[in-house]
């Protein structure tokens, strides 16, 4: 499956045009995943993109041209294919300007991203379990021991590094969307305990591009 999704050019400045180059396509599964973070890079910036899906059945055949046998990857200008989804998001995040102001930020995102990395391990951990019958006491565990720990640190760093709802410094950045990212895979039932994590997703949720963008996404498990 393959959709284009055209940017909302009223949210991007014009002088993207002379630096960017022309064409995105972000191969992924028809889920959010690791795939996801790119989608709302994409989003914000108002860059357009081919947001192609591939399915269980086609994906052994595409395996082999991919560039280290995953997905997410990204081919830039219909040629360049760069893989591993943080290098993927981590360089949108450049380009489009979300990475934060300063170096400092820079770290300050990266940061939060990594805790929103450590808390997806443990959710795939949970989740995608190959031994059915222990799976029910993974998620257990994953609901009662990991999401408190990781909201807290969540929580705590958007407390230490943002202002005004935003995680860090005073604009949307890559750690925005990861935390709103990864939350949403957790599960969202806990969050009000949480102000500061609460506060930066109903923050996010309000940006008209992301508002608009999770009005018209498609609705996958995972
Ligand atoms: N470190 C890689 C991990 C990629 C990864 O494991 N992707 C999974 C989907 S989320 C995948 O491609 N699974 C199919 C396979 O390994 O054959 C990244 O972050 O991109």
Known sequence: MEMIIEADVDVWCDCLSTVMPKKYELVYFDGRGRGENSRLLFTVAG?????????????????????????????????????????????????????GEDKLQMAFVDELLEISVDLGAQYEKAFFAQDEAQK?????KFKEEQIPKYFRLLNEGIAARGKNGFAVGSNLTLADLAIYNITESSGLESIGDYSFLKA???????????AKYLNTRPITPF
Do not use: H
Not at 200 to 210: A, L, P, T
């Open 136 to 140: 029910p006491e993974l998620i257990r």
């Open 47 to 99: 860059v357009s993109f081919t947001d192609t899906r591939v399915t269980v059945e086609d994906w052994p055949k595409l395996k082999p041209e991919t560039p280290q046998g995953t997905l997410p990857y990204l081919v830039i200008d219909g040629k360049l294919k760069l893989g591993q989804s943080l290098a993927i998001a981590r360089y949108l995040a450049r380009e489009f300007k979300l990475y």
């Open 200 to 210: 930066n997703r109903d923050k996010i949720e309000q940006v008209d591009s992301i």
